[in-house]
């Protein structure tokens, strides 16, 4: 019996060190989510209260939730599945066979960073999934940040040689470019850098087809081609709609007038 115990703890520490190495390879930008059963009694304990809230169903922590707690503490993560106030009906997250023995047993955990994106987790008690453990309902919620700071330029659509005045700049750039690097480098050293002599000639044709490009203000962009004056006029509906909704209450007249016009709005720039 002591050695089935031995084993078993050996193999409880190869799962919580192999879900470890698998963290450790997350970036701190990810949001981590662990969810599962962990056959862990989490309990309401004051000194695990940061990691685990105080709406468990269990007063007292077993050996497995002792692990998963250490776990969540030692990982940045915080278990939520013990965080939101509920009937404990709407906790137990398995029952026994004969429906008279309930535990909380399967955990949600996240990263510290990103709790909050979690705002409830319920026990499903009705759904049939062909198991003595429920469903559990999470509502997941998260904003994304966009990047200002690194906005891409918009693309040039640009043909060269359709453009007979561009065609001829190009050329005679090229050429006296070329003539200047080969005044410059060293005739006498054959192997020179080959590689060096590559990146020249790249940089060359960039800068001249950019300097080209520059120069005409009336080059179409990949934007100016489709985002046209009927997209604008959408949109602009579209907010004039949202702000009438958001000032007289969301009524249910509002609400389809601002649904509809996203809809247009939607159906217009798609079709672009």
Known sequence: MQQQTKKMEEIKEEFWNLLEQNINQMTNSDINIIFGDFNAKVGK??????????????NETNNNGIKIIQFAISNGLNVRSTTFPHKDTHKGTWYSADGRTANQIDHVLISNRFSSA?????????????????????????????????????????????????KEEYATEINNRFEIL????????????????????????KETKQQLIEKDGNTETLKSRWFNKECKIAIGEMEKAREKCLIK???????QEYHHERKEAHKIIWNK
């Open 118 to 166: 979690i705002t409830d987790i319920r026990a499903l008690r009705r759904a049939d999934i062909g198991s003595y453990h429920n469903l559990l309902d999470i509502n997941f919620k998260v904003k994304l940040r966009v990047r200002n700071g690194n906005k891409c330029n918009e693309k040039k659509i640009v043909n060269i040689f359709q453009n007979s005045k561009w």
């Open 45 to 58: 304990e004051n000194i695990y209260k940061p990691t685990t809230g105080n709406e468990s169903v269990r």
């Open 249 to 255: 209450g969301k009524r249910e007249n509002e609400q």
């Open 182 to 205: 080969e005044n410059i480098e060293d005739e006498d050293n054959i192997d020179n850098n080959i590689n060096g002599k590559w990146e020249n000639i790249k940089t060359i044709i």
